[in-house]
């Protein structure tokens, strides 16, 4: 990411039919540490809506809830 962030390069994370996991508890705590640290990273998540709600009322994720949301 460092290198990225020199080359002013930007990354986007996409991970479809989410669902709620040890893995994604884990991935979205060091997304949280690279956003405060200021890279250039975004992330997109697709799934079912009932899915979607569970990752983000999770209590280790809730900085989701705060997040933009399209709905389609």
Do not use: W
């Amino acid at each position: 990411m460092t290198q990225l962030k020199k080359q002013e390069k930007s990354v986007l994370v996409g991970i479809d039919d989410i669902k709620i996991s040890d893995d994604i508890r884990a991935f979205a705590s060091e997304y949280q540490i690279l956003i405060g640290n200021e890279f250039d990273i975004s992330l997109l998540m697709a799934g079912m809506p009932a899915d979607i709600a569970e990752v983000q009322n999770d209590h280790a994720i809730s900085f989701l809830l705060r997040s933009n949301r399209i709905q389609l």
